[in-house]
C-alpha cells in the first residue's frame, strides 16, 4: 500500500485519523488590536465579530448533542470581557487554551522579555478563570516569533498548535527543553473560504458551506488515508454562522459513523503522543528552534544569476 506520511502515528483503539475541531474566539480583541483609536466607532464590525457571543453557545450545545468534548483558543483579555462563555465551555467539560492576550502578535513584540509578560499574563488569566493552567498555546495569526518555542518549554507548556511544518505531530526543541508541535494548515483555517471582512483588508468572495467543506474534507479524507491528522482552525464568527455550522453538523455525523476517527482536545492528542514516545512506538521528527537566530549575512544575498526576463507573447 502506498505509503505518504513516513511515520503515522498510532491512533488510539486503532483509529485511522485523530480530529480536532478547534475555534478560537478572537470576538473583537482583533478590531481594538487592528483599529485602536476608531473601533468604538465601528458598530457593524463590532456586531461581526461579537456574533460569537451567539455562536459559541451553538458550538458548545452542537458538541453536547455529538457528545464530543474539544478544544477552544481563547485569548485571554476576551476571557475578561465575556466571562459567561468561559463558564459555558467549561460546563461542555472542553479544553482551554491560551490564544494571547488581546491576540497581540509575538513576532511583532519589541522583545523577548515583551513576549513573556505577555504569555505569562495570559497564562494567569486562564488559571485564575478556568483553575487549570493551559497545556497549550496558539500564537494569534499564526506570529510564533523567534522565542516562542523556547518560553513555551520555559513557562511548561505541553503542546503547540501554530505551526504547519508536517502532517503528524512533531517535537520544538529549544534551548528550555520541548514542546509537542499539533500542526495545521491554512487550508483548514475558514477565513480563506468565508470571510469578508473590509476592516482588515480581507476581501473575497465567500464561498458556500459546500464549497468550504469540500477543502476540509479532501484534508480529512487525505488524513484518514496515510493516518494523519486533522485540526481546524476554526472561528465562532465564520464557520459558527447558522448555514456553516449546519454543515458542520453534517460533517461531524459523517466523521463518528465512519467509526475509526478519534475525537480528541489537543491536550489529549499531545498526552498520546508523549505516551507512544515513551513507549516507543511513534519517533517524532524533533526540529531545533529558532530555525535561524538572525537574518542570514548580506553577502548570501551577491549571487550573480543571470536574471530571467520573461515576455508575453505578441
Ligand atoms: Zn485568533
Not at 128 to 147: C, D, I, Q, V
Not at 212 to 229: H, S, T
Not at 269 to 286: D, N, S, Y
Request: aromatic share 12%.
Amino acid at each position: 500500500m502506498l505509503k505518504l506520511i513516513e511515520n503515522p502515528v498510532p491512533w488510539p483503539n486503532g483509529a485511522k485519523v485523530a480530529v480536532a475541531i478547534t475555534f478560537d474566539i478572537d470576538i473583537d480583541s482583533i478590531l481594538h488590536l487592528a483599529h485602536r483609536d476608531t473601533s468604538h466607532k465601528l458598530i457593524n464590525a463590532q456586531s461581526l465579530l461579537r456574533y460569537d457571543r451567539i455562536s459559541v453557545r451553538r458550538i458548545v450545545d452542537m458538541y453536547r448533542h455529538f457528545g464530543l468534548r474539544q478544544t477552544f483558543f481563547f485569548p485571554a483579555w476576551c476571557m475578561e470581557q465575556y466571562p459567561d462563555l468561559v463558564d459555558y465551555i467549561l460546563e461542555g467539560g472542553h479544553e482551554i487554551a491560551h490564544h494571547g492576550y488581546i491576540h497581540e502578535h509575538p513576532n511583532e513584540q519589541v522583545s523577548k522579555e515583551d513576549e513573556l509578560y505577555w504569555l505569562q499574563h495570559g497564562t494567569d488569566v486562564i488559571q485564575r478563570m478556568t483553575g487549570k493552567r493551559p497545556a497549550g498555546w496558539r500564537a494569534p495569526l499564526y506570529n510564533f516569533s523567534e522565542h516562542s518555542a523556547d518560553l513555551l518549554a520555559q513557562e511548561g507548556f505541553l503542546y503547540d498548535a501554530s505551526l504547519m511544518g508536517d502532517d503528524v505531530p512533531y517535537i520544538l526543541k529549544s534551548q528550555s527543553g520541548e514542546v509537542i508541535e499539533i500542526p495545521s494548515h491554512w487550508s483548514l483555517d475558514d477565513w480563506p473560504q468565508h470571510s469578508y471582512a473590509p476592516e482588515f483588508d480581507f476581501i473575497s468572495p465567500i464561498k458556500s458551506p459546500d464549497q468550504g467543506m469540500d477543502v476540509y474534507m479532501a484534508e480529512f479524507e487525505a488524513a484518514r488515508k496515510y493516518n494523519g491528522l486533522w485540526v481546524s482552525i476554526w472561528h465562532p464568527t465564520v464557520t459558527g454562522r447558522l448555514s456553516r455550522c449546519d454543515r458542520v453538523a453534517k460533517m461531524i455525523e459523517m466523521m463518528l459513523d465512519s467509526g475509526d476517527v478519534w475525537f480528541a482536545t489537543m491536550e489529549e492528542i499531545a498526552l498520546h503522543i508523549q505516551k507512544c514516545r515513551a513507549e516507543g512506538t511513534f519517533v517524532p521528527r524533533i526540529e531545533n528552534m529558532p530555525t535561524y537566530a538572525k537574518p542570514l549575512e548580506a553577502s548570501t544575498f551577491k549571487v550573480s544569476a543571470p536574471r530571467r526576463t520573461f515576455q508575453a507573447n505578441g
